[in-house]
């Protein structure tokens, strides 16, 4: 009874685990079965394999064939699993030699004509096969970009099943990924052209350097927008362990191009106030897909015209931005994706938004029933709010010129590198991953510095997050003065951010 064994990856959110895939070909009536729980796509993988088995003039196996993918208990999702299927079937045929299918990852969608294609989440499947122990890999030749990027693993690509073949029977050598060519970052607008807006900005730099969520309240045209997208070039680029982990969660979306293939910079991700809770977090059915907060891991997440996104959404966003991560539980099986990322939220004041306060038409009630559509949960979590105010003169703000974003990236920096060297071998890259207890604790500060804090407490003022998220930004405060620790005026400042409402 002919037996072969290949191996393929499968996805359970950002996570790989390597699949053995095995044919079994017996006798009996010609049948194909499938088992190891595939869903829909992969149960019609045994019609595309055979076709492409056949027009790539090799002979498909008359009798009873049993495929099993194991672990059989793991759900198995999508069409990358066709060229593993395909290399065990011929190698239990005895068509191709299965020396050196051991060892090796075979991923690939297969077409009718043998065309291999490529499929998403690449990146996360060969990770995961790296740490499995194993050596090779083949994949679609357009993904070999994609594949480049991991190191220590032997990676091929091919563009039809019969490529593969002639490399199992040493006919022919497959093709040899191109060296990754680092991609131009993309251009990101200068914080120059955001004219005055001093507290604005200072905030913006507070909440680059620390790593801070953000507020910005204020009527249209004031340059809440301007302000946030000028965050990204303020950031420092992505790790190298970041920039894997980011770029993974953009294969599994297949966003992913051959100009740029590794994300190098803080992704801006800006969705509309339309978008729906499942894409807004991840979601779908099956699997669930990661959704906006993933793709803004390690970068920012703007949500403009916050008021308008509703409740639901808004809600949805607590447990995330206190983790870190999101997990979510489909009918065939829970997933988690990471999601650590910044938040900057950008408001109007009340619905009719005037140009001047004194113009606004709406009742106090009104405006109190459009402010509190962001909740006090979740602005107990966003550390800096700052209210905009409306330009009064243009002219006045050309006798000084405004500062570019390389004068204040270059204090921003300098202040991670401090807040680096600091948490060194915890594993916090900015003072906002620090938990509370460390900073109360291993780093507390003085009572004379934390005195302002604690009347905050006793007068109901903040809460006890708010009061370790305080610390966090006078600690940033402090990196950005140049200070060894915060001083009672940085705790002010902190708590002066915090008290700052949108009303």
């Known amino acids: 009874m002919p037996l072969a064994k290949a191996w393929s990856v499968a996805l359970l959110g950002i996570d790989g685990r390597v699949i053995e895939i095995e044919a079994d070909i017996g006798g009996g009536l010609p049948k194909v079965t499938l088992v190891g729980l595939p869903d829909a796509g992969l149960r019609e993988a045994k019609d595309r394999v055979r076709s492409a088995v056949r027009n790539s003039g090799q002979q498909w196996p008359d ?51 043998g065309r291999i294609r490529t499929v998403r989440g690449v990146l996360p499947g060969l990770l995961a096969a790296r740490d499995a122990g194993f050596a090779r890999a083949v994949v679609p030749t357009e993904s070999l970009f994609e594949a480049a990027l991991v190191e220590g693993l032997e990676v091929s690509g091919a563009t039809r099943l019969t490529d593969v073949v002639a490399w199992l029977k040493d006919e022919a050598p497959l093709q040899e990924p191109e060296p990754p060519v680092p991609g131009e970052p ?32 204020g009527p249209p045209g004031v340059g809440k927008t301007m302000l946030a997208k000028r965050l990204p070039g303020l950031l420092p680029r992505l790790s190298g362990e970041e920039s894997l982990q980011v770029t993974a969660v953009h294969s599994i979306e297949g966003s992913l191009t051959r100009s740029a293939p590794l994300v190098t910079v803080p992704p801006f991700v800006a969705p ?36 308008e996104f509703g409740p639901l959404r ?35 004041p009340c619905p009719c938004a005037p140009v001047k306060d004194t113009d606004c038409t709406c009742s106090p009630t009104a405006r109190r029933r459009y402010l ?69 604790q291993e780093f507390a500060l003085p009572p004379g510095v934390t005195n302002l804090l604690d009347r905050s407490l006793d007068r109901g003022v903040l809460t006890a997050r708010g009061a370790d998220r305080c610390l966090r930004i006078a600690w940033t405060l402090a990196d950005l003065d140049g200070c060894q620790r915060p001083v009672a005026d940085h705790v002010a400042a902190a708590l002066g951010f915090r008290e700052r409402t949108a009303a």
């Open 186 to 217: 993309p251009e990101v607008p200068d914080l120059a052209d955001v004219v005055g807006q001093p507290e604005a900005r200072w905030a913006l730099e507070v909440a680059a350097a620390g790593g801070h969520h953000l507020l910005l309240t």
């Open 63 to 113: 009798g009873k064939v049993t495929l099993g993918l194991s672990p059989a208990n793991l759900p198995k999702v999508g069409s990358g699993y066709d060229l593993g299927i395909a290399a065990a079937v011929l190698a239990a045929t005895g068509s191709v030699p299965a020396t050196k299918l051991v060892g090796t990852v075979l991923l690939g969608e297969l077409a009718l004509d």
């Open 314 to 348: 808004l809600e949805s966003l607590r447990t995330a931005l206190e983790e870190g991560e999101v997990r979510l539980s489909r009918t065939r099986g829970s997933v988690r994706y990471p999601a650590r990322f910044q938040l900057v939220l950008a408001t109007n």
């Open 272 to 307: 509309h106030h339309s978008i729906s809770v499942a894409a807004l977090i991840g979601g779908g059915s099956g699997i669930a897909a990661p959704g906006a907060i993933s793709r803004a891991h390690r970068g920012i997440l703007f949500l403009d015209e916050a008021a």
């Open 372 to 440: 509190a559509r962001l909740s006090g949960p979740l602005l107990d979590r966003v550390d800096l709010r700052v209210r905009l105010r409306p330009l009064t003169a243009i002219s006045a703000h050309e006798v000084r010129r405004p500062e570019s974003t390389d004068e204040v990236r270059a204090r921003v920096l300098e202040a991670r590198a401090k807040a680096v060297q600091r948490w060194e071998g915890r594993g916090w890259r900015a003072n906002s991953e620090v938990p509370g207890p460390v900073l109360r």
